[in-house]
């Protein structure tokens, strides 16, 4: 099994070809690579209209520019982020709009460097205090994702939809969110299949986001199946989404292992673990040393996965 990791914080602080090399120094095998850096929730939530994303010729140059530094450096796309949040209520739905397009480059962006997977969150907008029904939050869905069949098809790029999480602003407690219902995570991608006429849509299941909801990484994993097209795999302690290294949190990753295991999924495994450089590597210097150690705990558990001889502790 293949390992990758998330590319948004490194790129955002090395620079594109800098940034990625840390990640091949440290052994990896290939990226998620967070096209979400360039229009990101800022971004969105001002309607900045200046990210090159929703530029489709200019989008075609950086995949482009991206492919080469990809190759130069041994590294495969395995799977990339589209841009975060995907629908927002609070602002015009001309922009809401524009969203989508920069999505659909997105899709254009993953066939011309080879990745076969792309993540696009579903809607998920509010906390606790506001949150929609789940009847509204289909809706909003499916004129999110219904619109991008046919860039899809046309790519050949599987759409992954993913478990999301809401927030108590007072409690600062974590409460479920779009397709942290396991049940519900499997009506969208059969949904969405349906309409499509094909599979085109799967799930990405985020680890650390079930731990913040409570939700067993077995169960949610083997109910799932075959509909996991990619893992977001990365750790936290229950109260806050850290995306730090595995073995770091409260997970117990043998038995995430011995799911991934029975379900037959031998696809790359994504550390999803940006937050290592955020909350902990700090400077510039430590980066080298936290990607090593990330390599190490992602190959223990692929270990796991495979023939189950790794270590939990």
Request: glycine letters at 8%; aromatic letters at 10%.
């Amino acid at each position: 099994m293949k390992l990758c990791t998330s590319t948004g914080v490194l790129v955002e602080k090395f620079g594109l070809e800098e940034g990625l090399k840390v990640i091949a120094d440290a052994g990896f095998d290939g990226v998620d690579f967070g096209f979400d850096i360039y229009l990101n929730w800022n971004k969105i939530r001002d309607e900045d209209r200046n990210s090159f994303l929703f530029d489709l010729e200019k989008c075609k140059e950086f995949a482009k520019e991206l492919k080469h530094v990809l190759d130069k450096l041994g590294l495969k796309p395995y799977q990339c982020h589209a841009p975060f949040p995907s629908r927002r209520d609070d602002i015009s739905e001309e922009f809401n709009q524009l969203i989508i397009e920069s999505i659909k480059n997105c899709f254009y962006m993953c066939e011309i460097i080879g990745c076969k997977k792309l993540v696009v969150h579903p809607y998920n907008f509010g906390d606790i205090t506001n949150y929609p029904t789940p009847e509204f939050n289909h809706e909003m869905n499916m004129k999110l994702y219904v619109p991008l069949i046919d860039t899809i098809k046309e790519t050949g790029v599987t759409c992954c939809l993913e478990n999301m999480f809401i927030g108590d602003p007072t409690s600062k407690k974590i409460f479920a969110g779009t397709c942290s219902d396991i049940s519900e995570a499997c009506q969208y991608v059969d949904e969405l299949n349906e309409i499509a006429g094909e599979e085109i849509f799967g799930f990405c299941l985020d680890i650390g986001h079930l731990l913040l909801c409570s939700i067993d990484p077995y169960n949610a994993t083997k109910k799932l199946g075959k509909r996991i097209v990619c893992f977001h795999v990365h750790d936290n302690n229950g109260l806050a989404d850290l995306h730090v290294s595995p073995y770091l949190g409260i997970c117990h990753w043998d038995r995430f292992a011995q799911a991934v295991r029975e379900i037959g999924y031998t696809d790359p495994l994504d550390l999803e673990t940006g937050g290592m450089l955020v909350n902990y590597f700090r400077e510039d210097g430590m980066a080298v040393a936290a990607y090593d150690m990330l390599h190490a705990a992602g190959r223990n558990i692929i270990k796991m996965i495979e023939d189950g001889t790794g270590h939990e502790d």
